[in-house]
């Protein structure tokens, strides 16, 4: 375990340093303007605060001494004027880059949600579902400190720093040398520090990563069906416990990284002053040096501090941050397997006749060798029904998923009219092919947003046909809520059953003309299945149909039938041809009953 972390660390460090502080500056080029009005302001600012020592040194050496009252009330009244516009400045200053800094994380977060929106299922499939939530959450979350004040704390600080260094050599160069010899062993303690604090962070989100995916797991709904059932109920708590224990070490460790070094910069800045008083002191060294430059110098020192530290925190913090950018980064840099062609063919949806043809296809999941489907030629006319039946893991739902364009494929073409549908533009294939699968999904909402998810724009009486078709209506109806009844967290309220027949009117609801049915039915008692599938039949006419079933019932009406195995479409024709044909169908068929068709394949 201990290699694993090792090379793991090693791994995000060296992503970590790859990341360029180029792109990270190139998020806010569209902020061009308000950030040079930002370090406007913090120009202004610095240069108008770094009166107050000079007012200081007057009114010690000059105003005071000599009981000028009028020049010692013009020079407190002077500084009070400087005080009161430094801090109106400040306000705007603040408002200005927090604006943006919030602009820069909005554009970063909805980058990377529709980034990885735009990828294909293989991504999803060997990623955690945790592990995308951590890092759109927490890690942009972990960033927004840095991203919304960094720029303005380096110009503030910077601007400070140079005009209180200034202003301390108009004073005294003597005392100015003396106090700045402190910087090289400061800066070389803020590199350490910084690298330290880049690894603890980088391991403290890679950890808080596996505590997303601990919640996600165990507190879904299906993971607390799971863990009730299976008695794992205390397995998940400890698991939970020793993930949040590790979590709570390292957040410990990221505070405390470089505590002490820094702790003992403190202690050297603030021996400083004592030094200045030393040396004022000595013939040698003093100069002839008044009282109220001696103090105005101390006061300079002072607040030479405070920037000075800042500068050297906010390097630190960027140093921490590229951690999380890389993580960032990694997922924008993802390359996207199914993408809109470059000059999609315009596509007229209400032209579409839905002949779908899948000449020489062949696909591997991940570049395997071994394929999923190999030398699929397929031809379904339009408003035709193709069955495809096959053992499982013969490759029925890939094929669907191919038609869909969910995945593409490695060999060959699938088309729709004669055109490949790599060459349409994505939305156009989701208006084309309408998917209802076996796993259902229903959104934590209502039963109508659920269905106007497929068509935001339907309207109530194309809302109640489509319910009507999917035989689901008057289950609708009969809740206390009706439509606007809550399905609950992935349609737990509802039966299986009942969530594929609400899943099937949203489908519907979208009018496909190519409609692929995965497992749609395989949740629903007889009745309701045949009830659903003479809407099917109806519906079928004006629609090219892909059927994905065990069931005998579903499958003998089919204008064809394809029996795959092992990827392959070993058989094709009606049910009569394939029955006279006596092969692998007409065995299948041997048992009589819908229920041994059905165990046929499994």
Same mark, same amino acid.
């Given at each position: 375990?201990?290699?694993?972390?090792?090379?793991?660390?090693?791994?995000?460090?060296?992503?970590?340093k790859?990341?360029?502080?180029?792109?990270?500056?190139?998020?806010?080029?569209?902020?061009?303007?308000?950030?040079?009005?930002?370090?406007?302001?913090?120009?202004?600012?610095?240069?108008?605060?770094?009166?107050?020592?000079?007012?200081?040194?007057?009114?010690i050496?000059?105003?005071?001494?000599?009981?000028?009252?009028p020049?010692?009330?013009w020079?407190v009244?002077?500084?009070?004027?400087?005080t009161?516009?430094?801090?109106?400045l400040?306000?705007?200053?603040?408002?200005?880059?927090?604006?943006?800094?919030?602009?820069?994380?909005?554009?970063?977060?909805?980058?990377?949600?529709?980034?990885?929106?735009?990828?294909?299922?293989?991504?999803?499939?060997?990623?955690?579902?945790?592990?995308?939530?951590?890092?759109?959450?927490n890690?942009?979350?972990?960033?927004?400190?840095?991203?919304?004040?960094?720029?303005?704390?380096?110009?503030?600080?910077?601007?400070?720093?140079?005009?209180?260094?200034?202003?301390?050599?108009?004073?005294?160069?003597?005392?100015?040398?003396?106090?700045?010899?402190v910087?090289?062993p400061?800066?070389?303690?803020?590199?350490?520090?910084?690298?330290m604090?880049r690894?603890?962070?980088?391991?403290r989100?890679?950890?808080?990563?596996?505590?997303?995916?601990?919640?996600e797991?165990?507190?879904?709904?299906?993971?607390i069906?799971?863990?009730?059932?299976?008695?794992?109920?205390?397995?998940?708590i400890?698991?939970?416990?020793?993930?949040?224990?590790r979590?709570?070490?390292?957040e410990?460790?990221?505070?405390?990284?470089?505590?002490?070094?820094m702790?003992?910069?403190?202690?050297?800045?603030?021996?400083?002053?004592?030094?200045?008083?030393?040396?004022?002191?000595?013939?040698?060294?003093?100069?002839?040096?008044?009282?109220?430059?001696?103090?105005?110098?101390?006061?300079?020192?002072s607040?030479?501090?405070?920037?000075?530290?800042?500068?050297?925190?906010?390097?630190?913090?960027?140093?921490?941050?590229?951690?999380?950018?890389?993580?960032?980064? &990694?997922?924008?840099?993802?390359?996207?397997?199914?993408?809109?062609?470059?000059?999609?063919?315009?596509? &007229?949806?209400?032209?579409?006749?839905?002949?779908?043809?899948?000449k020489?296809?062949?696909?591997?999941?991940?570049?395997?060798e071994?394929?999923?489907?190999?030398?699929?030629?397929?031809?379904?006319?339009?408003?035709?029904?193709?069955?495809?039946?096959?053992?499982?893991?013969?490759?029925?739902?890939?094929?669907?998923?191919?038609?869909?364009?969910?995945?593409?494929p490695?060999e060959?073409?699938?088309?729709?009219?004669?055109?490949?549908?790599?060459?349409?533009?994505?939305a156009?294939?989701?208006?084309?092919?309408?998917?209802?699968?076996?796993?259902?999904?229903?959104?934590?909402?209502?039963?109508?947003?659920?269905?106007?998810y497929?068509?935001?724009?339907?309207?109530?009486?194309?809302?109640l046909?489509?319910?009507?078709?999917?035989?689901v209506?008057?289950?609708?109806?009969?809740?206390?809520?009706?439509?606007?009844?809550?399905?609950?967290?992935?349609?737990?309220?509802?039966?299986?059953?009942?969530?594929?027949?609400?899943?099937?009117?949203?489908?519907?609801?979208?009018?496909?003309k190519?409609?692929?049915?995965?497992?749609?039915?395989?949740?629903l008692?007889?009745?309701?299945?045949?009830?659903v599938?003479?809407?099917?039949?109806?519906?079928?006419?004006?629609?090219?149909?892909?059927?994905?079933?065990?069931?005998?019932?579903?499958?003998?009406?089919?204008?064809?039938?394809?029996?795959?195995?092992?990827?392959?479409?070993?058989?094709?024709?009606?049910?009569?041809?394939?029955?006279e044909?006596?092969?692998?169908?007409?065995?299948?068929?041997?048992?009589?009953s819908?229920?041994?068709?059905?165990?046929?394949f499994?």
């Amino acid at each position: 375990m201990s290699n694993r972390r090792r090379k793991v660390s090693e791994a995000e460090r060296a992503a970590a340093k790859s990341v360029s502080l180029r792109r990270i500056a190139a998020l806010f080029a569209p902020h061009r303007a308000p950030l040079a009005l930002v370090v406007a302001i913090i120009v202004a600012s610095s240069i108008i605060a770094m009166a107050s020592p000079f007012l200081l040194r007057s009114i010690i050496d000059d105003a005071i001494p000599k009981q000028n009252v009028p020049l010692l009330a013009w020079l407190v009244g002077g500084m009070v004027a400087i005080t009161a516009a430094t801090s109106v400045l400040g306000v705007v200053q603040t408002w200005i880059s927090t604006r943006v800094g919030q602009d820069v994380m909005h554009r970063l977060r909805t980058s990377v949600f529709a980034h990885l929106h735009r990828q294909s299922l293989d991504f999803f499939t060997r990623t955690r579902t945790g592990e995308v939530q951590s890092r759109i959450t927490n890690d942009i979350g972990g960033m927004q400190t840095v991203v919304t004040s960094t720029a303005t704390s380096i110009a503030s600080n910077l601007t400070t720093v140079v005009a209180t260094a200034t202003a301390m050599a108009a004073l005294s160069w003597r005392l100015s040398l003396l106090s700045l010899v402190v910087l090289p062993p400061a800066i070389y303690l803020t590199r350490k520090v910084a690298g330290m604090r880049r690894d603890i962070v980088a391991r403290r989100q890679r950890e808080l990563a596996d505590l997303n995916v601990t919640i996600e797991e165990g507190l879904s709904i299906s993971g607390i069906q799971l863990s009730k059932t299976m008695g794992a109920a205390d397995i998940l708590i400890d698991r939970f416990t020793a993930s949040s224990a590790r979590l709570t070490d390292l957040e410990l460790r990221s505070e405390l990284a470089g505590r002490w070094r820094m702790a003992t910069m403190s202690v050297i800045f603030s021996a400083i002053p004592a030094l200045l008083y030393l040396s004022a002191g000595l013939p040698a060294t003093s100069s002839g040096m008044t009282i109220g430059t001696l103090v105005a110098f101390t006061a300079l020192q002072s607040n030479l501090f405070r920037p000075l530290m800042g500068l050297l925190s906010v390097g630190v913090s960027v140093t921490a941050s590229l951690a999380l950018f890389a993580r960032i980064f &990694d997922y924008l840099d993802l390359p996207i397997d199914i993408a809109d062609p470059v000059h999609p063919v315009k596509i &007229d949806s209400r032209r579409v006749r839905g002949d779908i043809r899948l000449k020489n296809v062949g696909f591997s999941y991940n570049g395997n060798e071994s394929q999923a489907l190999a030398g699929i030629n397929l031809t379904v006319r339009a408003g035709s029904t193709l069955a495809i039946v096959g053992e499982t893991g013969s490759g029925k739902s890939t094929l669907a998923n191919l038609v869909a364009r969910l995945h593409d494929p490695t060999e060959g073409r699938v088309m729709v009219d004669g055109i490949d549908i790599r060459e349409m533009a994505l939305a156009d294939v989701a208006s084309i092919v309408g998917v209802v699968s076996q796993d259902t999904y229903l959104l934590h909402t209502t039963v109508l947003e659920n269905l106007r998810y497929a068509r935001p724009d339907a309207t109530d009486a194309e809302i109640l046909r489509a319910t009507k078709a999917a035989q689901v209506h008057d289950l609708i109806a009969s809740l206390p809520d009706g439509y606007d009844t809550v399905v609950g967290s992935r349609g737990h309220r509802f039966s299986g059953g009942e969530k594929q027949r609400i899943a099937i009117a949203r489908t519907l609801l979208r009018d496909p003309k190519v409609l692929v049915l995965d497992e749609a039915t395989s949740a629903l008692d007889n009745q309701t299945e045949r009830a659903v599938q003479e809407a099917f039949d109806r519906l079928s006419r004006e629609r090219t149909t892909i059927v994905i079933a065990h069931r005998l019932s579903t499958v003998r009406n089919a204008d064809q039938i394809a029996v795959l195995d092992h990827g392959r479409i070993v058989e094709i024709g009606t049910h009569d041809e394939l029955v006279e044909r006596d092969g692998r169908y007409a065995q299948l068929l041997a048992g009589g009953s819908d229920q041994e068709f059905e165990a046929a394949f499994v």
